[in-house]
């Protein structure tokens, strides 16, 4: 039976949750393989909106497992909070799997994440972190000094290495950064043992399970966080997050084997958003921005805004070359619907010559114009309920998409609601096969 991972092709944002959604309803695990709670992630059902940071979406099914694979970034105490919550939801909690080999957000993690903010300060090349403690949790990840759910369940060696990165991190809170919020370690190692024991009947060997169940023909969806422009490789970089949400880090990220994902779905809203800093090559400002957030409902919790460009063909090809995608699914359609016209970038001019491909450097890529193509608007879709019920302009706009990108559509989101989701194609056999 097939798995299928679920990839965010811009800058985050795009409505993954929702397809995963889709797709979970037939599946009988959902995988998360990177990221931490920096991630955020909701489904209004029914009226009310669930809201996930690092848990997997999918069990808003009572039969899917949520698994948290090795390449996540464990907050202890923020994820107790966030599996509570979503037991008082009404939630199958009791379905969650937490890898044994994920690494754990420390106290420490979450000082250094504010004091390495606030020493790049207002610098515009500041490649501001979440402040939640994940950027650092990953860096000493890729360091060795990291410490991984596995140490929590002994106790002697937890409480070793804990000392061991107490001392240090402390001499870099105060010598490198000037921080005077030192952390204590008899504190660290009495809270995390407390978490370990209310954590321990969610641990597991995830790889191992995630092996056993695609051996059985079980149906497994990889739920993607962030986006293929936020890769460390493959990104904006340096304004990118700190683990691999393209395809490679679905399988480095959740221990499966590269055949062992056999489908590949990328998400695109129907123009482009991004939150902090970073190159946007098609970013609009003034009325039309200020139209198209309003519509699309672009903001954060915290009530600041997204930045807001036309749809950008280009990273989306980027996107669909790196992550090799069999399909789309195109979200945000009916946010467009009062615009008399929409623009397409089918490419970048960068002094005076036309680019094909993303560049790079951050820096080029900054100073790249978008050059564009400009589609007639199409009204109200919400009432459809079809590909062919979709008004011939909508259709027109899906068709060039592909016609750009070489990658079929198979999913249109024309509304809010969970039923808002048209499908065809290999989407429409995963659902109905």
């Given at each position: 039976?097939?798995?299928?991972?679920?990839?965010?092709?811009?800058?985050?944002?795009?409505?993954?949750?929702?397809?995963?959604?889709?797709?979970?309803?037939?599946?009988?695990?959902?995988?998360?393989?990177?990221?931490?709670?920096?991630?955020?992630?909701?489904?209004?059902?029914?009226?009310?909106?669930?809201?996930?940071?690092?848990?997997?979406?999918?069990?808003?099914?009572?039969?899917?497992?949520?698994?948290?694979?090795?390449?996540?970034?464990?907050?202890?105490p923020e994820l107790l909070a966030e599996l509570e919550s979503l037991r008082e939801d009404g939630l199958a909690v009791e379905n969650v799997r937490i890898s044994s080999r994920a690494h754990l957000v420390m106290p420490y993690h979450l000082i250094l994440d504010e004091l390495m903010d606030d020493a790049w300060g207002d610098d515009e090349n500041n490649p501001a972190g979440s402040r939640r403690g994940v950027r650092p949790c990953y860096m000493d990840k890729i360091a060795r000094v990291g410490i991984r759910v596995c140490d929590l369940l002994d106790p002697e060696g937890f409480?070793?290495?804990?000392?061991?990165?107490?001392?240090?991190?402390?001499?870099?809170?105060?010598?490198?950064?000037?921080?005077?919020?030192?952390?204590?370690?008899?504190?660290?190692?009495?809270?995390?043992?407390?978490?370990?024991?209310?954590?321990?009947?969610?641990?597991?060997?995830?790889?191992?399970?995630?092996?056993?169940?695609?051996?059985?023909?079980?149906?497994?969806?990889?739920?993607?966080?962030?986006?293929?422009?936020?890769?460390?490789?493959?990104?904006?970089?340096?304004?990118?997050?700190?683990?691999?949400?393209?395809?490679?880090?679905?399988?480095?990220?959740?221990?499966?084997?590269?055949?062992?994902?056999?489908?590949?779905?990328?998400?695109?809203?129907?123009?482009?958003?991004?939150?902090?800093?970073?190159?946007?090559?098609?970013?609009?400002?003034?009325?039309?921005?200020?139209?198209?957030?309003?519509?699309?409902?672009?903001?954060?919790?915290?009530?600041?805004?997204?930045?807001?460009?036309?749809?950008?063909?280009?990273?989306?090809?980027?996107?669909?070359?790196?992550?090799?995608?069999?399909?789309?699914?195109?979200?945000?359609?009916?946010?467009?619907?009062?615009?008399?016209?929409?623009?397409?970038?089918?490419?970048?001019?960068?002094?005076?010559?036309?680019?094909?491909?993303?560049?790079?450097?951050?820096?080029?890529?900054?100073?790249?114009?978008?050059?564009?193509?400009?589609?007639?608007?199409?009204?109200?879709?919400?009432?459809?309920?079809?590909?062919?019920?979709?008004?011939?302009?909508?259709?027109?706009?899906?068709?060039?998409?592909?016609?750009?990108?070489?990658?079929?559509?198979?999913?249109?989101?024309?509304?809010?609601?969970?039923?808002?989701?048209?499908?065809?194609?290999?989407?429409?056999?995963?659902?109905?096969?």
């Amino acid at each position: 039976m097939p798995s299928i991972a679920v990839i965010g092709t811009q800058w985050g944002d795009e409505g993954k949750a929702k397809i995963v959604d889709l797709l979970a309803q037939r599946a009988d695990a959902v995988v998360r393989s990177s990221g931490g709670n920096n991630a955020g992630h909701s489904v209004i059902v029914a009226g009310t909106k669930y809201r996930f940071s690092s848990v997997p979406c999918g069990i808003l099914h009572p039969h899917v497992l949520g698994i948290m694979g090795n390449g996540t970034a464990i907050n202890p105490p923020e994820l107790l909070a966030e599996l509570e919550s979503l037991r008082e939801d009404g939630l199958a909690v009791e379905n969650v799997r937490i890898s044994s080999r994920a690494h754990l957000v420390m106290p420490y993690h979450l000082i250094l994440d504010e004091l390495m903010d606030d020493a790049w300060g207002d610098d515009e090349n500041n490649p501001a972190g979440s402040r939640r403690g994940v950027r650092p949790c990953y860096m000493d990840k890729i360091a060795r000094v990291g410490i991984r759910v596995c140490d929590l369940l002994d106790p002697e060696g937890f409480a070793r290495k804990v000392r061991a990165n107490v001392t240090l991190k402390n001499r870099t809170i105060s010598r490198v950064y000037g921080g005077i919020h030192q952390v204590d370690a008899d504190q660290i190692i009495k809270d995390y043992l407390g978490y370990a024991d209310r954590l321990k009947p969610y641990i597991a060997d995830t790889g191992y399970l995630l092996y056993q169940m695609l051996s059985e023909g079980k149906r497994i969806v990889f739920e993607g966080a962030q986006a293929t422009m936020l890769d460390p490789d493959f990104g904006t970089y340096p304004y990118v997050t700190s683990s691999h949400p393209s395809i490679g880090g679905f399988f480095t990220g959740s221990g499966v084997g590269n055949r062992q994902i056999t489908h590949t779905l990328g998400v695109v809203k129907a123009y482009t958003t991004r939150t902090g800093r970073g190159p946007l090559p098609t970013e609009v400002f003034g009325r039309t921005a200020d139209d198209l957030r309003a519509q699309g409902n672009e903001y954060e919790a915290s009530g600041s805004y997204r930045r807001i460009g036309w749809f950008d063909a280009m990273a989306l090809r980027y996107a669909a070359r790196v992550n090799g995608l069999e399909g789309l699914a195109l979200t945000k359609m009916n946010a467009l619907r009062d615009f008399r016209e929409v623009k397409l970038c089918v490419g970048y001019r960068y002094e005076n010559e036309i680019l094909n491909v993303v560049p790079p450097s951050s820096d080029v890529l900054a100073q790249c114009e978008p050059v564009y193509e400009t589609m007639p608007g199409w009204g109200q879709i919400d009432g459809c309920n079809s590909f062919e019920e979709l008004p011939e302009r909508a259709r027109n706009f899906i068709s060039r998409i592909e016609e750009l990108t070489g990658v079929p559509v198979m999913v249109v989101e024309v509304g809010m609601g969970r039923n808002k989701l048209l499908v065809r194609g290999a989407v429409k056999d995963w659902i109905h096969g």
